[in-house]
C-alpha cells in the first residue's frame, strides 16, 4: 500500500499493456485503475474497484485488511467497477453505497444481488468514526450517475473520471506538471468535453471544498490541486485560441499537397496552426488540439467515391466532442469524381459551426489551385480581424 494522508492508502492498479480504451481511444501510457482504503477508527471504507482483468492484483494489495464496510462505487462503468463481486466474495458484510441510479446500472452490469447496496443522497455524510464521508453529485462528469466523495477531516476528493487521465506510473503523485496537464487534457477532450456546461456547475460544486488533495479514478494523483482546477476552468470556460487545426491522410500525396501549402501561407500571416497526419498520429492528439481550437479544416482525398473513411470516423468523432470550434473548412482531392465534400458534411451534422467555401481539386494542385488555398487563409484572417 501507498499512503495519500494517515489512513488513506492507495490500493489500486496500473495497466501498462492497455493500448486502447472502449475499442476506439489509443492510451499510449496505459492506465491505471485508482482504488482507495479508508481506514476509520470504526469502519473501512474501499472507494472503487479496478477493471476485472485486474482484479486478482486488487484483492493482492487488500491483503492484510480483515474487513471492508462500505465499496463506495462512484460510477458505474466497467473499468470502476468491475471487481466489485469479487472484494464482496471475500469481504461478504460489505456493502456498496452508491446513488439509485448507479444501484440500477451496477445491477445490469453485474447483476449484483439488490440487498447488497445502501443508496446515498447528495451531500449526505457518512461517519466512519474518525473520519467522515461526504457524497458531491457530479453527473455527466462523464456519465449520469457520477459522484465524487469527499473525505471532510482529510481534505481528499476522489473525483472518479473527473479530473483524470489515462496514465500509468510507478509514481503516486503528480511529479511533471506539464505533461500532467497534457494527458488531462486529452483525457478532458475525449471523456469530457461534450458534456462542458454541465461540467461547469460541477466545478464550481468542487471549487467550494476545502482541498488538498484530488484523488481521480485514472491517472495521478493532484497534491496541488489548483493546478487541475485551474485547467479545467480554462478548458471550460476559456475562449478558443486563435488556432487552425488540420488531421487529414493523403493516399498519393496530392492532398498533402494542399495541407502543407495552407501550413506554410498561416504560418506566415503567424496563425498558430496544428497538422496531425491521421496515418501516424492517434486521435488523442486530434481531440487535445480540438479543445482550444476556434478553427478545422479537414484534409481529405476520396477513396471509392467517398471521402476517405479514416477522416470520416475523425469528423463522426469531432462531432460527438463537441468542442467549442466555430468554423470548418474541408480541402481534398479526387482522381475521377466523387462525393467526398458531402460525405464530411454528413458525418458532422449537427455542429453548429460556419462552413469555408469547401476546395475539392482534381489529381495534383497547380498554381490556380493553390489561390483557392490562399483565398481560404485569407478568409480565415479576416474572421480572427488580421
Excluded at 51 to 67: H, P, Q, R
Excluded at 157 to 162: G, K
Excluded at 273 to 294: P, R
Excluded at 338 to 355: F, K, Q, T
Aim: hydrophobic share 40%; net charge negative; charged share 25%.
Amino acid at each position: 500500500m501507498e499512503y495519500l494522508k494517515n489512513g488513506v492508502s492507495y490500493v489500486g492498479v496500473n495497466d501498462f499493456d492497455r493500448k486502447i480504451f472502449d475499442a476506439l481511444l489509443p492510451l499510449p501510457y496505459g492506465t491505471s485503475y485508482n482504488s482507495y482504503l479508508i481506514e476509520g477508527c470504526e469502519k473501512t471504507v474501499l472507494i472503487d474497484t479496478v477493471d476485472f482483468a485486474k482484479s486478482e492484483e486488487l484483492l493482492k494489495n487488500l491483503k492484510g485488511v480483515k474487513k471492508i464496510d462500505y465499496i463506495v462505487s462512484n460510477h458505474a462503468e466497467q473499468d470502476h467497477s468491475g471487481s466489485i463481486k469479487v472484494v464482496l466474495d471475500k469481504y461478504p458484510e460489505a456493502r456498496v453505497l452508491t446513488t439509485a441510479y448507479c444501484k440500477s446500472m451496477l445491477m445490469d452490469l453485474h447483476h449484483i444481488d439488490e440487498t447488497k447496496f445502501e443508496l446515498v443522497t447528495e451531500n449526505e455524510e457518512v461517519s466512519l468514526g474518525d473520519k467522515t464521508l461526504k457524497f458531491i453529485f457530479t453527473p455527466w462528469a462523464h456519465w449520469p450517475e457520477t459522484f465524487s466523495t469527499y473525505l471532510m477531516e482529510d481534505k481528499i476528493l476522489f473525483s472518479c473520471d473527473f479530473f483524470g487521465a489515462h496514465f500509468a506510473s510507478d509514481e503516486l503523485f503528480v511529479g511533471d506538471e506539464k505533461e500532467a496537464l497534457k494527458n488531462a487534457k486529452v483525457y478532458f477532450a475525449e471523456i469530457m468535453m461534450p458534456f462542458r456546461e454541465i461540467l461547469k456547475r460541477n466545478l464550481e460544486k468542487v471549487e467550494e471544498l476545502e482541498l488538498e488533495i484530488i484523488a481521480p479514478s485514472h491517472g495521478l494523483i493532484h497534491n496541488k490541486p489548483r493546478l487541475i482546477l485551474d485547467a479545467y476552468k480554462s478548458w471550460l470556460y476559456d475562449e478558443p485560441k486563435n488556432k487552425v487545426l488540420i488531421p487529414y491522410v493523403s493516399m498519393h500525396g496530392s492532398t498533402e499537397v494542399l495541407v502543407r501549402d495552407l501550413e506554410s501561407k498561416l504560418k506566415d500571416n503567424n496563425i498558430e496552426v496544428a497538422v496531425v497526419n491521421l496515418e501516424k498520429e492517434d486521435l488523442g492528439v486530434v481531440a487535445e488540439h480540438l479543445v482550444d481550437s476556434k478553427f478545422l479544416i479537414l484534409g481529405v482525398p476520396t477513396l471509392l467515391n467517398e471521402a476517405h473513411p479514416v477522416v470520416t470516423m475523425t469528423a463522426s468523432i469531432i462531432r460527438m466532442l463537441k468542442s467549442k470550434m466555430g468554423h470548418v473548412g474541408i480541402i481534398g482531392s479526387y482522381g475521377w469524381g466523387g462525393r467526398a465534400i458531402e460525405s464530411i458534411e454528413n458525418s458532422l451534422e449537427g455542429l453548429s459551426v460556419e462552413y469555408f467555401e469547401p476546395i475539392l481539386i482534381k489529381g495534383l494542385a497547380r498554381e490556380n489551385d493553390l489561390e483557392l488555398i490562399t483565398k481560404l487563409v485569407e478568409d480565415i484572417k479576416k474572421i480572427i480581424n488580421y
